[in-house]
C-alpha cells in the first residue's frame, strides 16, 4: 500500500507539472476530414482517412515509437514497450480516425470557448446553430473549462478524434516520465468505425495483447461494460409490375408493399419510443421502385434472446403483409453486427475493475453505464480481446452541435496512465 501511495503522489506530482498536448493534438485531427463511406465497398472505405493514420505513425515515432505503422487497410499499430521486470499481461488502447457520414466533416473549424460561463453557446459561422445549456444537460458540469466546438458548419470529429489524442498524450506522458512502471501498451487507430466496419480487418495476432479499452465514451467518469447487440436485416419485396394504364386487380406495388411492412411496425419498439435498455427495430433504408424494393432495417436489444425475438416479429409481419399479394414474394436476410459485450467481459472482471480504479485515482466518481450502440470493443471482445469503453468526453456526436471539454480529454490522458500503472502493480 506504502508503494502504491508514492506512485500515485508520483503521478499527481507529475500531472500537475506536464503541459498538456492533447488540446493540440485534437485541434489538428479534427482538421483532417476522415468520414467513412457506407456506400464504398473498400478498406478503408475512404482513402483521406491514411491522411491522419500517416500522421499518426509519423508522430508516434517522432516521440520515440520506432515500429509505429499503418497497413494497406488504414489500420495503425504500435507498441510502447515495457519497462518493468514484472510479466505484466499486454494492454492495448484503441480509437477510431473516421468521422461520420451524418454529418460533414469537410474543412473543420474547431472554436476554443475559454472559461464557459453556463449560458447558451452560439457557433459563430452559423448563429442558427446554438448549444443550448437547457438541451445539454452535461454542460452544467463544465462551468469554468474551456469548450471547444465547430464553427457551425460542421461536425467536431470529438467522436472519435478526441480518444485518438488521448491515447496520443498518454503515450508522450509516459515516454516523458520513464519512471512511471507499465508493461507493454499496445496502440490501435481504425478505420470504419461509424460505418460498422472498425474491426473489420483488426489484425489480432499481430495486435498480440491480452485485454484491451476503447477510448470512445461520452461524459467524464463513464465506464462502458455493456452494449447492444446488433443486426442487420435486409428485406426485398418482389412485386408484380403491369403498365399503370392497365393495372386494375393485376399490379402489385413493391413500394406500397413495403410501406405497408413498415407501418405495422410496432409503433413502442422505435428508438423515438425506446431508451435505456429498451430494445428497436429501426427502418434505415428504402430503395427501388414497383417491381423491387430492399427496406434495410438495424435490430438492437440488450440480450441475444430478445434480438432473436424482434427479428422473427419483423418476418412475421413480413409474412402477414404478403399473404395478401399472391403474385409477390420476398427475401428475409439477417447480418450479424455485433454483440453485448458484456458477456465477455463478465469472464474476466478485472478489466472492467482496473479501469473503475483508474478514473478514481484522477479525483472523478466512476460511472459504468450502457451504450445504446456498440463501439469497437463490442466485436475486439468476441474476437478475444476483451474491451470496455472509457469516457473520452464527447459529447452531442454525429451533429454540427457536437463539443468536448478540454479539462475532460486531459482527464481522460490521466486515466490512461493510471491504467497502465495499475496492471504493472498488480503483476507480479
Known amino acids: 500500500m506504502f508503494l502504491l501511495n508514492l506512485t500515485f503522489i508520483k503521478l499527481y506530482m507529475d500531472f500537475l507539472n506536464y503541459n498538456y498536448t492533447v488540446t ?3 485541434i489538428r485531427y479534427a482538421k483532417i476530414d476522415t468520414q467513412s463511406d457506407p456506400n464504398s465497398n473498400t478498406c478503408p472505405s475512404t482513402e483521406k482517412q491514411k491522411n491522419l493514420g500517416n500522421l499518426l505513425v509519423k508522430e508516434l515515432k ?11 487497410f ?16 499486454t494492454i492495448c488502447f484503441c480509437s477510431h480516425m473516421d468521422t461520420s457520414p451524418d454529418c460533414s466533416g469537410t474543412n473543420v473549424n474547431p472554436v476554443i470557448h475559454k472559461n464557459y460561463n453556463g449560458k ?11 448549444i443550448k445549456f437547457i438541451e445539454h444537460p452535461a454542460l452544467a458540469e463544465q462551468i469554468g473549462n474551456d469548450i ?56 489480432i495476432k499481430k495486435l498480440n495483447a491480452k485485454y484491451g479499452y476503447t477510448m470512445d465514451g461520452e461524459t467524464l467518469g463513464h465506464i462502458e461494460n455493456e452494449t447492444f447487440s446488433a443486426d442487420a436485416v435486409s428485406i426485398v419485396i418482389k412485386g408484380f409490375p403491369t403498365h399503370p394504364g392497365f393495372a386494375k386487380n393485376k399490379m402489385q406495388h413493391a413500394i ?20 435505456k435498455k429498451e430494445p428497436f427495430i429501426h427502418p434505415t433504408a428504402i430503395n427501388g421502385g414497383l ?23 419483423l418476418r412475421q409481419i413480413t ?34 475493475n482496473f479501469a473503475v480504479e483508474a478514473v478514481k485515482r484522477t479525483g472523478v466518481t466512476p460511472v459504468l453505464s450502457s451504450i445504446r450502440g456498440g463501439t469497437d470493443g463490442s466485436r475486439l471482445s468476441f474476437m478475444g480481446l476483451p474491451c470496455p469503453n472509457i469516457f473520452a468526453g464527447e459529447h452531442a456526436f454525429h451533429s454540427k452541435q457536437e463539443w468536448v471539454s478540454v479539462q475532460d480529454m486531459q482527464k481522460a490522458v490521466q486515466t490512461i496512465v493510471h491504467l497502465t500503472s495499475i496492471w504493472e502493480e498488480n503483476a507480479q
Open 24 to 26: 493540440d493534438r485534437f
Open 120 to 130: 447558451d453557446i452560439v457557433l459563430p459561422n452559423d448563429v442558427n446553430q446554438i
Open 74 to 89: 488504414g489500420y495503425v499499430y504500435a507498441t510502447l514497450k515495457s519497462n518493468t521486470t514484472k510479466n505484466v499481461p
Open 148 to 203: 471547444i466546438t465547430t464553427d457551425g458548419t460542421t461536425l467536431l470529429g470529438a467522436d472519435n478524434k478526441a480518444g485518438v489524442a488521448e491515447i496520443m498524450d498518454a503515450v508522450n506522458f509516459l515516454i516523458s516520465n520513464p519512471t512511471i512502471k507499465h508493461g507493454d501498451v499496445r496502440i490501435l487507430f481504425t478505420p470504419d468505425e461509424e460505418i460498422g466496419r472498425g474491426a473489420d480487418k483488426v489484425n
Open 256 to 275: 406500397k408493399i413495403s410501406a405497408e411492412i413498415v407501418n405495422q411496425l410496432p409503433k413502442h419498439k422505435t428508438p423515438e419510443t425506446t431508451e
Open 62 to 72: 517522432e516521440i520515440g515509437i520506432s515500429d509505429a505503422e499503418i497497413d494497406e
Open 291 to 313: 417491381e423491387q424494393v430492399e427496406i434495410k432495417f438495424i435490430i438492437r436489444a440488450f440480450d441475444t434472446p430478445t434480438l432473436l425475438q424482434l427479428e422473427e416479429e
Open 319 to 352: 409474412i402477414d403483409v404478403l399473404k395478401n399479394y399472391d403474385k409477390c414474394s420476398y427475401e428475409f436476410k439477417v447480418s450479424e453486427q455485433y454483440r453485448n459485450m458484456k458477456e465477455v467481459l463478465d469472464t474476466c472482471p478485472h478489466v472492467v
